[in-house]
């Protein structure tokens, strides 16, 4: 069984602060890596996508990826009360584009001013 | 405008009733998902479609059909609702080019069932 796991949280950092959100997969031949945000009651939306192993930056956001240890993580700097949302990680388990997505339950994050 | 619109936003129904949930894009995207949201059991992908001539079982099908009507157009049909598909439904499209989790969302359609 091919899995994504996130630790549920909630995850509370205060205002400013580095928000450090992790995610482990099982499927070691794992491609491709996203992160979404989803508020409450609204509808998941990509925030980063990473392909290699290393760190990739967008703005505050930084996703990091370590295929060997089968993990990539989310970094969010000088976190705002806006961040406060579910953050869901996706793998894609397969090479191609043509393969289902698996999705992990999220993590809750609390930006307390 | 969303560029993935899904009607209806929220219904309540009854045990037994036919329920259709609608999707509509307009993105110009030929893939088109649905997916169910449940606390504690994440995201679950129902049915998805490649093409108007394609049409994909996902992991929980059972009780589920869809029909995909045009290019921009993909619904969900409970044929007779049970009370254990309470959820959030969502929509979601890629296009051809897209990595396999570059997805756009519709707002969500929460339906209750009685």
């Known amino acids: 069984q091919k899995e994504v796991e996130q630790n549920s949280g909630p995850l509370s950092v205060p205002e400013g602060a580095i928000a450090s959100l992790n995610c482990t997969y099982s499927d070691r031949v794992s491609q491709s890596f996203f992160w979404y945000r989803q508020y409450s009651g609204k509808s998941p939306e990509l925030i980063m996508s990473?392909?290699s192993n290393g760190d990739k930056e967008d703005g505050r956001f930084t996703a990091q990826l370590n295929k060997a240890s089968q993990y990539v993580s989310l970094l969010i700097r000088d976190s705002q009360p806006s961040d406060s949302a579910t953050y869901l990680c996706a793998v894609n388990p397969n090479a191609g584009n043509n393969r289902k997505l698996i999705w992990g339950l999220g993590t809750s994050l609390a930006v307390n001013p | 405008d969303a560029d993935v619109t899904q009607t209806p936003r929220n219904r309540i129904t009854k045990t037994g009733k036919r329920i259709m949930l609608e999707c509509s894009q307009t993105k110009g995207h030929d893939r088109m998902y649905w997916y169910r949201q449940d606390p504690g059991l994440g995201l679950r992908l129902i049915y998805y479609s490649f093409d108007v001539k394609d049409i994909n079982k996902g992991e929980i099908s059972d009780g589920y059909s869809v029909s995909r009507q045009a290019q921009a157009k993909f619904s969900l049909s409970l044929e007779s609702a049970i009370p254990n598909q309470t959820a959030l439904y969502f929509c979601a499209t890629r296009g051809e080019y897209g990595n396999t989790g570059e997805l756009f969302f519709g707002e969500g359609s929460r339906l209750t069932v009685l």
């Open positions: 990473i392909y």
